[in-house]
């Protein structure tokens, strides 16, 4: 088997640990021959006193026992498929952590190491228009049979995985297209008959069901934390209102658990709009009442994705409006945007995403062409493997009862608890 791992869609913290532990998993996992020599690679220099050096050269060498790690970007893999273009995209691992122009590269131990602290993905990431397309992913099929690459840890959201399990799927029509084209010869087309792929949820927005939670959302939660705490403060101390946006465009469950975290007095989200019509009405009774307890302070929190029950958009300035105008305060908006996905992953983030990645490999090792690809999720605090295609279409499900104003039926979706 040759492992790539790739990051894609939105960066998450955590991604970085998720390489971190496939690379270390594959290496692991392939320390056949320990007592081969050390001897591949040049410019990889075994750190004394570290006893795992042995492995990361060994991985340099049988080349059934390579760990690769591909730059996430199927972008580039597909934008640039062509032979040409990926053998200068194609090499070793460059010196540092910079990637820079490389887009299939080969790593070992050292390559990682310390990975799990870093935010964003350091191996790069994209929303690829591209692979959406046939021509797109016959160019990634492509490049993976040219590099001998037969399996393939995917790490993103929800777009990412659909495409995934899309490109499984559709592999042996590209195999037999590449053949066709004379692209591959008989013997690839033969070697690369199946592909494995597993999945790792990495996305901020908790959004991915049959999973407890998304590689990078506890992160994205204490960011948001920490703000509304900032926010807290000032808007005490002035008896003002905020409206803060946080991310998630179809999923309120950040907006959720930050408005629970962060005491807020009302919370707009896109599985379960208000109640009241004019909804209006039922956040300024809400807030009103507060104030008339003695709150000093209001506290919005409106998810991105917010509408009301009929779909119609609600955004954090229209909040603005109506609490300026129907109740007098003194309102702010705060839109904390990007600050939200970056920065250094909290430990869940590090956690979590070791014990997925190392699940990751396993589940790869033990994949036949029988076996569903895998989603690794998190269920009641244990690692789990579902079939990727009944995750993504779950979560499809999802978006497609709200956008039928089936609220009750988005939220027993999302939470399987809801429904009990
Ligand atoms: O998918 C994660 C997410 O953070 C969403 O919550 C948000 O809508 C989106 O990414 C923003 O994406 P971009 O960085 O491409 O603007």
């Known amino acids: 088997m040759k492992l790539a791992v790739l990051t894609s869609g ?3 913290a955590g991604m970085n640990a998720v390489v971190r532990a496939v690379v270390k998993t594959g290496i692991l996992k392939y320390d056949l021959f320990p007592s081969a020599p050390i001897t591949s690679h040049p410019r990889h220099r075994p750190p004394t006193g570290d006893a795992k050096h042995g492995l990361a050269e060994k991985v340099f060498a049988p080349p059934h026992k390579e760990v690769k790690v591909q730059d996430a970007t199927f972008v580039h893999n597909m934008r640039f498929g062509d032979g040409e ?4 995209g194609t090499g070793d691992h460059p010196t540092g952590r910079s ?3 490389r887009y299939i590269v080969r790593v070992g131990w050292d390559d990682v190491r310390g990975w799990f602290s870093q935010g964003g993905t350091l191996i790069g990431t994209a929303r690829s228009a591209a692979f959406r397309t046939v ?4 160019s990634a099929a492509y490049n993976l049979i040219k590099e001998g690459i037969d399996a393939l840890v995917v790490c993103g959201g929800d777009g990412s995985l659909s495409g995934a399990d899309v490109f499984r799927e559709e592999w042996p029509k590209l195999v037999e297209n590449l053949l066709s084209q004379g692209r ?4 690839q087309a033969k070697t690369h008959s199946h592909l494995k792929i597993v999945g790792l949820v990495g996305s901020i927005d908790n959004d991915m069901s049959m999973t407890d939670l998304t590689i990078g959302a506890p992160t994205a939660l204490q960011r948001i934390c920490e703000a509304i705490d900032n926010i807290d403060s000032t808007a005490y101390s002035h008896s003002r209102a905020f409206v803060i946006e946080v991310m998630g465009r179809h999923c309120g469950w950040l907006a959720l658990m930050a408005g629970v975290s962060g005491g807020a007095d009302f919370i707009l989200l896109p599985e379960a709009p208000p109640e009241a019509d004019p909804w209006e009405d039922e956040m300024c009774k809400m807030i009103q009442s507060h104030r008339d307890i003695g709150k000093r302070k209001t506290i919005v929190i409106v998810a991105e994705g917010a ?3 009929n779909l119609k958009p609600i955004n954090a300035e229209y909040v603005k409006e109506v609490l300026t105008n129907r109740l007098g305060l003194d309102t702010r908006v705060t839109t904390l945007g990007h600050t939200q996905r970056g920065g250094k992953p909290v430990a869940y983030d590090r956690i979590l995403p070791t014990l997925q990645g190392v699940e990751a490999v396993n589940a790869l090792l033990e994949s036949t062409p029988e076996t569903p690809s895998y989603m690794i999720g998190i269920r009641e605090n244990k690692i789990t493997r579902v079939p990727l295609m009944e995750a993504v279409k779950m979560t499809h499900a999802v978006a497609e009862a709200v956008s039928n104003q089936d609220f009750e039926k988005a939220m027993s979706l999302r939470d399987p608890e809801f429904r009990e």
């Open 135 to 138: 021509e797109g992913r016959l």
């Open 85 to 88: 273009l990926l053998k200068d």
């Open 184 to 187: 591959i010869t008989e013997e």
């Open 10 to 12: 939105g960066d998450s």
């Open 307 to 309: 509408h009301d029950r």
């Open 99 to 101: 990637l820079r122009g």
